[in-house]
T-cell receptor, first 113, second 115 residues
């Protein structure tokens, strides 16, 4: 069945450093890849997403890259700040209409000040 | 900005009891979802719902589960006879059919504790 693998499970960085989280997906029909940030006890919040017709997308300090051939995508956070500390989930979907999100296991990001 | 809302925020129930979790999706959204997250684990898909019927359901969504859109605003998840392993955070999500048609917006969740 569909599966999304996410690494690492935990990541500690110094404030100001960059953080990279990687995901691979199994369903070759997936064409939409969102990233969600979840703070303790709160709802997952979409922070950035990418569609399969694009290789890279950037939004201020956050960027996502997609390699369709290798079926992997990555989240890059530059100039990390303490408020970036959270759990980050990648997900994959067949996109529009009713299609479900298949989530990775999550990465606990700790930014040390 | 409109948000998905869910009630209650926390539900404690005895094993074998029925529970109903309630969601109010964003008003112009037509796709609705339930996901669950067991403590410390990934978010798992349960069911999607469109045009008053289930679009897709996972293996988790067995005969003990049902969903309903009883009126124009609410979307509910019913668990008929709760089990200990149903203890989890349950998230509702909704999605539009125009604009950002891929993006699912999540509610704050209902923490279900089965004793």
């Amino acid at each position: 069945g569909e599966n999304v693998e996410q690494h690492p499970s935990t990541l500690s960085v110094q404030e100001g450093d960059s953080a990279v989280i990687k995901c691979t997906y199994s369903d070759s029909a997936s064409n939409y890849f969102p990233w969600y940030k979840q703070e303790l006890g709160k709802r997952p919040q979409l922070i950035i997403d990418i569609r399969s017709n694009v290789g890279e997308k950037k939004d201020q300090r956050i960027a996502v890259t997609l390699n369709k051939t290798a079926k992997h995508f990555s989240l890059h956070i530059t100039e990390t700040q303490p408020e970036d500390s959270a759990v980050y989930f990648c997900a994959a979907s067949r996109g529009a209409y009713g299609n479900k999100l298949v989530f990775g296991a999550g990465t606990i990001l700790r930014v040390k000040s | 900005e409109p948000e998905v809302t869910q009630t209650p925020s926390h539900q404690v129930t005895q094993m074998g009891q029925e529970v109903i979790l309630r969601c109010v999706p964003i008003s112009n959204h037509l796709y609705f979802y339930w996901y669950r997250q067991i403590l410390g684990q990934k978010v798992e898909f349960l069911v999607s719902f469109y045009n008053n019927e289930i679009s897709e359901k996972s293996e988790i969504f067995d005969d003990q589960f049902s969903v309903e859109r009883p009126d124009g605003s609410n979307f509910t998840l019913k668990i008929r006879s709760t089990k200990l392993e149903d203890s989890a955070m349950y998230f509702c999500a909704s999605k539009s059919t125009s604009g950002r048609i891929d993006t699912q917006y999540f509610g704050p969740g209902t923490r279900l504790t089965v004793l």
